[in-house]
């Protein structure tokens, strides 16, 4: 699996993955479009845009948007926000991701979170804050599985910190809570 930024030839692909969203129902976290009008065109021009801090929406923050791929197949989205506002700090963190609901439970989103790492490190994001729903026990799983040291629950939200190794990117160093303020 390799986590990367989309291109236009990745356009069947990345249909697709929106398509199992959208029939499916299921919340995708990482990805962000507008499901009554969805061009991929100008979605990725609003990605590469959004990377750069183009043209974001009143609230939202510069992010890399990444997608998950096995092969020529688009397993999941993963979003990673590089900066924290007041909303994010507290309810949606560095990263959101998501798996399509056919390729769930195998280990997709334990890589794409790894992976995001370099891409942090990249940016000079030295932990990363990740957060989960108290009832989502399989992101709770990745989180933990890739360092995550809980901080605290706000609001039905657990918040976890992870902090990330500076050599190679690839691989968490240690992991501690933020201090409290």
Excluded at 15 to 30: I, K, R, T
Excluded at 165 to 174: I, L, M, R, T
Aim: aromatic letters at 8%; one cysteine or more.
């Amino acid at each position: 699996m390799k986590l990367r930024r989309p291109t236009l030839a990745d356009k069947a692909a990345v249909l697709a993955l929106v398509a199992e969203f959208e029939q499916s129902q299921s919340a995708h976290d990482g990805g962000f479009w507008d499901p009554g009008n969805f061009c991929y065109e100008t979605w990725l021009k609003g990605v590469q845009d959004g990377e750069l801090g183009l043209n974001l929406p009143d609230g939202w923050v510069p992010a890399i948007q990444l997608i998950g791929f096995e092969g020529k197949k688009a397993v999941g989205f993963l979003n990673l926000r590089l900066a924290l506002n007041d909303h994010l700090l507290q309810f949606g963190g560095h990263i959101g991701y998501s798996v399509r609901p056919t390729e769930r439970n195998k280990g997709y989103a334990k890589a794409m979170l790894k992976q995001a790492f370099s891409f942090a490190i990249s940016r000079n994001i030295k932990r990363v804050l990740v957060i989960c729903h108290v009832g989502n026990p399989a992101s709770r799983a990745v989180i933990l599985a890739n360092g995550g040291v809980l901080e605290d629950v706000r609001e039905g939200s657990e918040r976890y910190w992870i902090a990330l190794e500076s050599k190679d990117g690839n691989h968490v160093k240690h992991a501690q809570a933020m201090p409290k303020k």
